[in-house]
């Protein structure tokens, strides 16, 4: 991993982000059609040059769905949305690279080409903006993608986004269309996704977070949901909301009261931010666009979000909470996973750390576990909440009670 460190991420420093990010997701993609690829990958991308499996560190995704569509991972890191966003590389993440899961897109019924480049930038801090604006090839072409992978079992998950031409800001009957668009990629993609994500959260596509509104995701969820029925039932389900201070505490309170109301499985925390202050430290004040990374205040936010919604639906288990944002090593997947969350997603970090991250995280979980003697994965999973008082505490806004 140190090679990735002292030498690879400082000649991508002198790349376009965008194009950086391509060659790597492309190479993945080449590993997987190459006889032996898949292992290569393994020995050279892994600290320990394999893939870990320990039965200790496997979980469940939807509980509250019928068991036959409940998803195994065999640990909870996943590669969050938006590192591969047409679907191409989740063998090499999952067989290879330590995956959990990976959660591709977001996807969209028709391609997009996304905002003007350049439009995706990396501070050496560890810190990104994108402002890519929903940028997909479309369903159908994931679809193709996704074929090659039938019969593997891998646990992929599909980000459901919107195109932005049916966003209020280009007609004013909608948002009452948003509801048919994202149940349409659900139906396309049911056969293929283990879960479904449904993203109203992106900063970076105009008025997309007002559908965070109750009285539009209400709506959103209705069609979603009727569409997985009229396929053979309903997968676990989330919604990716955006982060403090993004979203106030009240708009938190009723996306999670929503989510509860529809019965989804929970909820993903938190997409990029948008804060005007997060962005001027790092010289990109008044740009369009989501930070996302190692930030500290960013990780601390959407920890403490996390908190916050932990003991809002506390007595329901299973009410899960991906967490996401700031998550580069053990230590801060451990944070989150203590605030409340059931798994762990990252982005950035494979920028940051190099593609050994998850891989480097687990076997230290493993590390973590054999030093207290933590035999199961049941005994682990008492450790998930730990903290939530202590970072609800800390949560902006929050009356203490």
Not at 106 to 134: E, S
Not at 156 to 170: E, F, M, Q, S, T
Not at 312 to 336: R, T, W
Request: one cysteine or more.
């Amino acid at each position: 991993m140190e090679f990735y460190r002292d030498i690879v991420s400082t000649l991508l420093n002198g790349v376009d982000s965008e194009k950086g990010h391509a060659a790597a997701r492309n190479a993945l993609h080449l590993a997987e059609l190459i006889p032996g690829g898949l292992k290569v990958v393994e020995v050279l991308g892994t600290p320990s040059h394999r893939r870990l499996n320990d039965p200790r560190l496997a979980v469940t995704l939807g509980k509250n769905v019928e068991p036959h569509l409940q998803v195994k991972l065999d640990n909870r890191m996943i590669l969050g949305a938006g590192w591969d966003k047409g679907g191409i590389s989740a063998e090499a993440w999952i067989k290879a690279l330590g995956a959990g899961g990976v959660e591709i897109g977001a996807v969209l019924a028709r391609p997009q080409i996304g905002n003007d480049k350049p439009r995706q930038f990396y501070n050496p801090r560890g810190v990104a903006l994108n402002r890519l604006g929903f940028n997909s090839p479309g369903m159908w072409e994931v679809v193709g993608n996704l074929t090659r992978y039938d019969g593997k079992g891998l646990p992929i998950g599909i980000n459901v986004g919107i195109n932005n031409d049916i966003l209020p800001a280009h007609n004013d009957i909608l948002p009452a269309q948003a509801p048919q668009a994202f149940a349409e990629v659900v139906n396309c993609l049911y056969a293929f996704g283990s879960w479904f994500t449904i993203n109203v959260s992106s900063p970076n596509t105009p008025d997309l977070r007002t559908l965070q509104d109750p009285k539009f995701l209400r709506d959103i969820d209705q069609a979603v949901l009727d569409t997985m029925r009229q396929r053979g039932g309903i997968k676990p389900t989330y919604h990716k909301m955006a982060p403090v201070p993004d979203l106030s505490k009240d708009a938190i309170e009723e996306i999670v009261k929503v989510t509860r109301e529809n019965n989804l499985s929970g909820v993903v925390v938190a997409n990029s931010t948008s804060n005007e202050s997060t962005k001027r430290l790092f010289g990109w004040e008044g740009q369009l666009g989501g930070v996302s990374g190692s930030y500290h205040q960013y990780r601390l936010d959407t920890t403490t979000q996390i908190a916050f919604i932990r003991h809002l639906v506390k007595g329901d288990p299973d009410f899960e909470i991906h967490g996401v944002g700031g998550i580069n090593d053990f230590s801060s997947a451990q944070e989150k996973f203590q605030a409340g969350a059931d798994v762990l997603q990252l982005v950035t970090a494979v920028r940051q750390k190099g593609p050994g991250v998850i891989a480097e995280i687990n076997e230290s979980w493993v590390r973590w576990m054999d030093g207290r003697r933590i035999k199961t994965a049941e005994e682990l999973e008492d450790d998930k909440g730990s903290k939530t008082d202590y970072f609800r505490q800390m949560f902006t806004g929050l009356n203490k009670t």
